[in-house]
């Protein structure tokens, strides 16, 4: 357990505070579909679901999915627990829910997020619609998910009012990947860049 006070976070590194939030019942919010987008799954190869990854995440800086070779993201994708879903405009992906019914009674909200271009449309309320409709249906016990200080500003809000509660925070530190995995050097400018 980390003392009182301040730590130093070694260079090359971001350091993040995690919050876990859950939900133990449905919460009732009817969202309208927006004008143009079409919801269903998403079939993907890694390499796709890398493109929308970043699409979706680069600009927070998500990376986790990145650091993963194909054989190890794939045990994933294929993992028939682990259901995908999108928003399609113009027959493109843009959107990003990943449901993860791995552990029993229990649904994680792996991956949620919009493309920039559908960012305050209401796209984001409509597809967690989907996402507290289909992770109860299963049924489960428990939906859960967790956000950091380096995600959206709007996140934790967001999370709040879709029906989560927070649980717990955590400290995460990691590599910084716009020095280790080639990520813009412009991303996320909310978040230091340390060179080594």
């Known amino acids: 357990m980390l003392s009182d006070g301040f730590h130093d976070v070694p260079r090359g590194k971001v350091a993040m505070v995690v919050t876990d939030l859950e939900m133990t019942a449905p919460q009732s919010r009817e969202c309208a579909r927006p004008d143009g987008l079409d919801f269903g799954p998403l079939e993907v190869t890694a390499d796709t679901y890398r493109d929308l990854f970043c699409s979706i995440g680069a600009p927070w800086l998500w990376f986790s999915r990145m650091v993963l070779d194909d054989a190890a993201l794939n045990v994933i994708l294929n993992d028939d627990q682990v259901h995908l879903y999108t928003l399609r405009k113009n027959g493109q992906p843009k959107a990003l ?34 996402a507290i409709e289909l992770a109860f249906a299963a049924p489960i016990q428990r939906f859960h998910l967790h956000t950091c200080t380096i995600d959206s500003p709007q996140a ?6 879709s029906g989560f509660l927070p649980i717990r925070q955590q400290i995460e530190i990691a590599d910084d990947p716009r020095l280790t995995m080639g990520y813009d050097r412009t991303l996320a400018p909310h978040v230091p860049i340390f060179d080594p």
């Open 97 to 130: 829910l990943e449901l993860d019914f791995r552990t029993k009674s229990t649904c994680e909200l792996a991956y949620f997020g919009v493309t920039p271009e559908l960012i305050g449309k209401g796209a984001g309320a409509y597809l967690m619609d989907r």
């Open 156 to 161: 934790l809000g967001f999370y709040q009012r």
